[in-house]
């Protein structure tokens, strides 16, 4: 992944653009950026007034933890043929818990937790 542009390079575009040195498509040709940059970026600037990136990532740990996990074992070992549609409506109802099935599925991976279907 690319890294962000930097605070300088953005204070330049902004200050060009204030003092009406060209359009957005000039502005992004003089600075060798992409237009939905220039776009993206001065759109954003009045609404919140800030030149910095935004945050990129994000924190992807489980929310499935401790007793949660021993929840999950217990559901995952009484029905083998259980949907993952089905633990995780399973797990909102008992713990409150919203977490996605890809996440489910990730977590049940990790615990090495299989399932069986019937067939």
Known sequence: M???YSIDLRQKI???WQNKEGSQRDLAKRFKVS???IRD???RY????EIAAKPQGGDRRSKIKGKDQELLKTIVTGQSDIYLREIQETLQQRTGIDVSVSSLS???KR???GR???L
């Open 116 to 118: 069986k279907k019937k």
């Open 35 to 37: 237009l939905s940059f």
């Open 41 to 43: 970026f001065l759109r």
């Open 106 to 108: 990730r977590t049940l």
């Open 14 to 16: 902004l200050s060009a």
């Open 2 to 4: 690319a890294a962000a």
């Open 46 to 49: 009045p609404e919140t007034n």
């Open 111 to 113: 615990l090495k937790l």
